[in-house]
């Protein structure tokens, strides 16, 4: 015959567990989903900083084909 204290330890441990390992996945989840807009983010800062440093090229070269 199961023991109840036991059993009753048992699925506290399990459901405890369980609900950590969501809030881990969760965490996770949210992490990656942070770190893929922080990319999307760091993507168009770049191609911002690339097309000013193009204009700049250009303004530049058109100041010395100009003189």
């Given at each position: ?5 036991t ?31 922080r ?29």
């Amino acid at each position: 015959m199961p023991n109840k204290i036991t059993d009753h330890r048992y699925s506290q441990s399990y459901v405890f567990a369980h609900s950590l390992h969501v809030t881990i996945n969760e965490a996770a989840r949210t992490l990656f989903n942070a770190n893929r807009s922080r990319a999307a983010e760091h993507y168009v800062l770049l191609g911002l900083q690339a097309e000013a440093a193009g204009i700049k090229l250009e303004s530049a070269q058109r100041e010395q084909s100009g003189s």
